[in-house]
């Protein structure tokens, strides 16, 4: 089965600086990684995908991936925060075959001014 | 705006009832996925319908049940609840059946059960 980690239920960085979030899987057959946002009393809004395609994920509000096999990782970076970043973030897997989402605890990510 | 309309977007009930949550898709989404997220167990993924048909279930519950419908809205039936029901309901819908195809969140329905 597969599964995912994501390393702090809770981040803070300061408006301008690096975000990084970080998520480690586990899968016995190449996965498919993703990333959602969730903003408060909303639904999950899809960050990024990773489909065996490129291993460097750009997705939507500035926010890439990168999934690197070899530390099972695919941790989530913002070059510069804005307060609008501010959310819960989930990472997720799956594997061809097995239809659904498993997701991580979530990072809940506070930018502070 | 996702696309994904669930009503109700609150429902206060109590332990033994049953309730009905509504997903209305996409436009043109022919797969409805249902999960749970609850403080305790987080967003579990609950079942999976494709054009009407079951697709996949996961930690779905006997006293649960959904079904998908001729024009595509699905329905999640919760019954004999438990304060452990007490949770956000969530229901997403993608073009194919393929988890690899972005799936689209509705605002979720919050359950509290007293």
């Known amino acids: 089965a597969q599964s995912v980690t994501q390393l702090g239920s809770h981040v803070s960085v300061s408006e301008g600086a690096l975000v990084l979030l970080r998520c480690n899987y586990s899968?016995?057959?190449?996965?498919?990684l993703f990333w959602y946002v969730q903003y408060p009393n909303q639904g999950l809004q899809l960050l990024l995908k990773y489909t065996s395609a490129a291993t460097l994920v750009k997705g939507i509000n500035g926010f890439e991936a990168e999934f690197k096999k070899s530390e099972t990782s695919f941790h989530l970076t913002k070059p510069s925060a804005h307060m609008s970043d501010a959310a819960e973030y989930f990472c997720?897997?799956?594997?061809?075959?097995?239809?659904?989402?498993?997701f991580g605890t979530g990072t809940r990510l506070t930018i502070i001014p | 705006d996702s696309g994904v309309t669930q009503t109700p977007k609150h429902l206060i009930t109590a332990t033994g009832q049953r309730v009905t949550l509504r997903c209305s898709p996409r436009?043109?989404?022919?797969?409805v996925y249902w999960y749970q997220q609850s403080l305790d167990q987080g967003l579990q993924f609950l079942i999976q319908y494709y054009n009407g048909e079951e697709r996949a279930k996961g930690n779905i519950l006997e006293r649960f049940s959904a079904q998908q419908f001729p024009d595509l809205h699905s329905e999640l039936n919760l019954s004999s609840l438990e304060l452990g029901d007490s949770a956000l309901y969530f229901c997403?819908?993608?073009?194919?059946?393929?988890?690899?195809?972005?799936?689209?969140f509705g605002q979720g329905t919050r359950l509290t059960v007293v």
């Open positions: 899968s016995s057959v190449p996965p498919y």
């Open positions: 997403a819908s993608s073009a194919s059946g393929r988890v690899s195809t972005e799936a689209f």
């Open positions: 997720a897997v799956s594997i061809f075959g097995n239809e659904q989402l498993t």
């Open positions: 436009s043109g989404d022919l797969s």
